[in-house]
């Protein structure tokens, strides 16, 4: 029978009925026992290998969920967009994997519906406080659960009145959210895709030379990046204006390490100085913060001195962007051992 029966209303049910018929063929073939429906996965868990070998590690999840909360106030409104990741941990659902037995599993569409519950439930206005919120529902819901983790990052928008925001830039709010029944939460807040570009007072001199070198020596260039930081707390137990004031400092922090003070700012002789700079004064400012890792990957602009080729001079005015090959520049800073 075809499965393309016309436009007919009755050609869905056809389709149904016929893709039962064909399903409940290839049972018969293989021996399967059918439902009346489709066949139950675990009839269909035929296996192809010979012998078991031992699972080092399983955890299921769903990612890329996406939310957003809107908080009404009389006149003011506050609004904010996460895309969710979830993860969960249990060993009995080893069986899944060796059986085919899916009792006790909680589906990755069951999650998915779970953010967008714990949204409407929740009060969470940051990434560390919602994924406490959903980390703590999972394991008060599901028993058989030893470990969750849920991961946060929230879109970027920039408020323009009382009600209304404008997307303006890449950098994004995140958090990883790490539970476990026999042991304190981990909080790691982060910053993903803060781009920025100094046009002076940034160089890079001193350098090892040898028969592979050809970069010269320079006092004077653009320094750009896209930075991506994260850092773990001293103690779990926050309150939700906590995280927010902690990632406002360590915002506040990097960019004065980056930048300096307006309107000279300060020299900078390498990112790597730099970014150790910011770290710094991050863990000497907020000393709640026990550590904190920076990742700087170069955003190149090359100097234009082919212009020479056609009457015209570089003074530091003309560049080529590109951010390929790349530099990768990343250094973890903690608290002092007490």
């Known amino acids: 029978?075809?499965?393309?029966?016309?436009?007919?209303?009755?050609?869905?049910?056809?389709?149904?009925?016929?893709?039962?018929?064909?399903?409940?063929g290839l049972a018969a073939l293989r021996g399967v026992a059918c439902t009346a429906g489709f066949a139950t996965?675990?009839?269909?868990?035929?296996?192809?290998?010979?012998?078991?070998f031992p699972i080092d590690e399983h955890h299921h999840g769903k990612t890329r969920v996406r939310v957003m909360k809107v908080f009404r106030g009389p006149t003011?409104?506050?609004?904010?967009?996460?895309?969710?990741?979830?993860?969960?941990?249990s060993p009995v659902y080893e069986k899944v994997y060796t059986s085919g037995d899916n009792a006790d599993l909680v589906a990755t569409d069951t999650q998915k519906n779970t953010v967008y519950v714990v949204a409407k439930r929740s009060d969470a206005k940051t990434p560390e406080d919602f994924g406490l919120a959903l980390a703590k529902h999972f394991l008060r819901e599901y028993d058989m659960l030893t470990k969750v983790e849920v991961e946060v990052e929230e879109a970027s928008w920039t408020r323009h009145h009382e009600h209304a925001w404008l997307r303006t830039s890449p950098a994004k709010d995140a958090a990883v959210v790490t539970l476990s029944r026999d042991a304190p939460a981990e909080v790691k807040s982060q910053i993903r895709g803060l781009t920025f570009i100094k046009t002076t007072q940034s160089g890079f001199e001193g350098?090892?030379?040898?028969?592979?070198?050809?970069?010269p020596d320079?006092?004077?260039?653009c320094l750009a990046s896209e930075l991506s930081a994260e850092w773990t707390y001293t103690a779990t137990t926050k309150k939700q204006e906590d995280y927010a004031a902690a990632r406002a400092k360590v915002k506040d922090c990097l960019l004065k390490a980056l930048f300096g003070p307006p309107p000279k700012g300060h020299y900078s002789p390498s990112l790597q100085a730099t970014i150790y700079d910011g770290a710094c004064l991050v863990l000497e400012t907020v000393p709640d913060i026990a550590q904190i890792n920076i990742d700087t990957p170069n955003l190149h602009y090359i100097p234009a001195t082919f212009l020479s080729q056609f009457g015209e001079s570089f003074q530091d005015?003309?560049?080529?962007?590109?951010?390929?090959?790349?530099?990768?520049?990343?250094?973890?800073?903690?608290?002092?051992?007490k």
């Open 1 to 24: 029978e075809s499965l393309s029966s016309g436009p007919s209303r009755f050609a869905p049910a056809r389709k149904k009925a016929t893709l039962r018929r064909m399903f409940r």
């Open 317 to 337: 005015d003309v560049f080529v962007p590109t951010s390929e090959p790349s530099g990768s520049i990343y250094v973890s800073v903690v608290q002092p051992r």
């Open 76 to 89: 003011r409104h506050e609004l904010h967009e996460y895309s969710v990741q979830t993860t969960l941990w």
């Open 218 to 221: 320079c006092t004077e260039r």
């Open 207 to 215: 350098f090892l030379k040898d028969k592979y070198t050809k970069l």
């Open 41 to 52: 996965t675990a009839a269909l868990c035929e296996t192809v290998r010979t012998r078991d």
